[in-house]
């Protein structure tokens, strides 16, 4: 059989609240009690990109205090054999040494896998698709050894030492067999974070986004709030802060800071506070768009997107307020539906099944190709709280629904405990009581 899960977001626990590792340790038991259970012999673990998290970590701002060329994933960051180049390098495995420590539990879990196959020959084969978090590896031959040693495999990586952005399974067979199935990421469609196809190892504006902007804010604001950090209201600020990139649409984090900022708890600090998001929000804007990947592109060309962040961010170091009611209606198309008609492994109707991750929200759509076969579009979601704001109120909440998918080929469909199922969606959400 073959499990599908995207967007773990695995982070080294610097840049706010991470994915717990108890959800995906019962994950993997459970897991483990199925194959058991129906006696599987073969198991493709599938992880669909952002599965570890490079880019969302604040050691991007830390390791640029006091340095005049801080390291930035593009630039000379990207280009071998400069000295800048070298410091990404180190930096990313700093970041891995985080993962490491937070899911050491976790990972040697799931490298034991194999222990719950049955039969003579059991196969356990991970697949690991690369995300718009994790493309910096397949610039780092070292980091992508160490990311698939993490994983405890020696075939993860693709061709050229380099992991895949999609794998159309209809065309891979994996101890003899095959799945309908076509596998991407994704981002290449959002065209903040996408580079065109075929997806290539360079970064996007929204990989700036993150570093500069979303890990830069809450570097910046802690900063500027200096002397009343201690105080318990501050504290607690700046912890509900850590969730802002958590919230979809993205754009409405500034709703969710100005929440933050009118709460009755901020009252003894309420200015301080406002002080340090306007001059945090004013550096990040500064920072994003001196970075070479911004400044590249062409104001008001393209893409689209890249103009509504640059408005947006422009208005809300000006108007928190203003920006909020823009920001709850802005999203950087992430309907992915409609593209997959277009994937040739559904043109040439090779697949039943394409799986896409990256948007964070779980779906399933019927879509038809040019000939009228019906294939199943299904979305991942993400493992981590999503944050959204509460219908016609200001106030925000936050859920967390973790999704995978299973795939069973014609021999295993033929089990007792399937009765003919050719794959399993299965979503368990968790809701907190309390609002944050």
Known sequence: MMVVVSDWHLSDGTSGTYLAPSLIEGFVRDL???????????????????????????????????????????GDGVKPGTEQNKKVEKLLHSILDGVERTYSVVLSEIRSMPDALSGPSPVFKIVYLAGNHEWVANVFPSVAERIARIFGVTDAIGQNGKFPYSMDFSRVQIAGFSYPVFVRHGHCYDDMNGTGLPERDMPAVGNVFDIE?????????????????HIAAAKMFLKDLEDADHVRPEADASGYVRWLLKRPSLEPIRKQADFAVRMALRRARRAFNASPVVSSIDWWIWPPSLDKVRLFLWMAHINLDWASRIGKRLDWGTNFACRVAAEPAVREGRVKYVVYGHTHRHEVHHVANRRGDIVLYFN?????????????????????????????????QNCPNLRGQAYRMVNASIHEAKQI
């Open 32 to 74: 483990k009690d199925a194959v058991r259970r129906d006696s599987i012999s073969r198991l493709i673990l599938v992880f669909n990109g952002d599965t570890i998290d490079l880019l969302r970590s604040l050691q991007w701002h830390q390791a640029a205090e006091g340095d005049m060329r801080p390291p930035r994933p593009w």
């Open 213 to 229: 902007v979303v890990c830069g804010l809450l570097w910046n604001i802690k900063r500027h709030m200096g002397d009343i950090a």
């Open 380 to 412: 991942t979601g993400t493992w981590r709280k999503v944050f959204f704001r509460v219908p016609n109120h200001s106030a925000f909440t936050s859920q967390c629904t973790m999704t995978h998918l299973t795939f069973f080929d014609e021999h295993e």
